[in-house]
């Protein structure tokens, strides 16, 4: 990758509804480690303090880092390039492209996937096993479920909506149901709700849950070799006691992907 590959590398995976930010102190140490942010940020897309980037960012200065942007909210990124660039012109700053992932992509558009879900690919491949393909499953705004093969190429996968969209969805379309807040769905709903706000839950999380396995089986009876499966997202960490223990959850995920960008050349 062409560019300032300095650290500190501040990380920042621009979403649809959050803007997450990792900061990596240092250099892993060997180039197979994965990489784990020093500590992270999450910020609301839609309104955010730079104050609150400052306080987290501290002792560093903007300019003391490296800043690389993966975003699929164009208005969201454009007001924190913004923001870097009146920080002075010794901020470094950068929106990475396909054409800088060390990821193979096997479909016909390339360009029209989401560098979040290209990313998850790069970070799957520094830790799945190398005799196996890998579903990376992320839950935010909308669920991804995607596959990398044993050769570590991004094959495609499915899209559809996130917990708290079809919660706004349900609430948006009929005239009685209220949205109910997926923030609070902080232990594993009952599959028989025995209130509206409790039937909408288990809905919204079994749901969830069962098409997430579904794919997950649809796919694995389509590959030679069983999926290692990898789960993150800002939804996965209430999903992933349901899915059990063979299932690897990386709440970082992007994060790391980025981070191996910017430590590997293309």
């Known amino acids: 990758m062409n560019g300032d590959r300095r650290f500190p590398l501040v990380a920042v995976d621009v979403g649809n509804s959050q803007i997450a930010a990792g900061i990596f102190e240092n250099p892993p140490a060997e180039d197979h480690v994965f990489p784990q942010p020093d500590r992270t940020l999450t910020l609301s897309a839609d309104c955010w303090d730079p104050v609150e980037i400052a306080l987290w960012l501290a002792p560093h200065k903007p300019s003391d880092a490296c800043w690389l942007l993966?975003?699929?909210?164009e208005e969201a990124l454009c007001q924190l390039q913004a923001w870097l660039e009146k920080e002075g012109s010794g901020v470094f700053q950068q929106q990475l492209t396909l054409d800088q992932l060390p990821l193979a992509v096997q479909l016909p558009k390339p360009e029209e996937?989401?560098?979040?879900?290209?990313?998850?690919?790069v970070a799957a491949n520094r830790i799945r096993p190398i005799d196996r393909p890998a579903v990376v499953i992320d839950l935010g705004t909308a669920i991804t479920v995607d596959v990398i093969s044993r050769d570590g190429s991004f094959c495609g996968g499915?899209?559809?909506?996130g917990m708290r969209m079809s919660a706004r969805a349900l609430s948006q379309y009929t005239d009685l149901l209220p949205e109910v807040p997926i923030e609070e769905l902080d232990q594993t709903p009952s599959p028989m709700g025995r209130s509206t706000d409790e039937a909408?839950?288990?809905?919204?999380?079994?749901?969830?849950?069962?098409?997430?396995?579904?794919?997950?089986?649809?796919?694995h009876a389509e590959m030679q070799y069983e999926p290692f499966v990898v789960l993150t997202g800002g939804g996965a960490a209430g999903v992933v006691r349901a899915l059990g223990a063979e299932v690897r959850y990386e709440p970082h995920l992007i994060l790391a992907g980025i981070a191996v960008v910017h430590c590997q050349e293309k």
């Open 70 to 73: 993966a975003s699929v909210h």
């Open 200 to 219: 909408i839950s288990s809905g919204l999380y079994w749901g969830a849950v069962g098409a997430i396995r579904t794919l997950v089986e649809q796919l």
């Open 158 to 161: 499915a899209i559809l909506p």
């Open 113 to 121: 996937v989401g560098i979040d879900r290209l990313l998850g690919a």
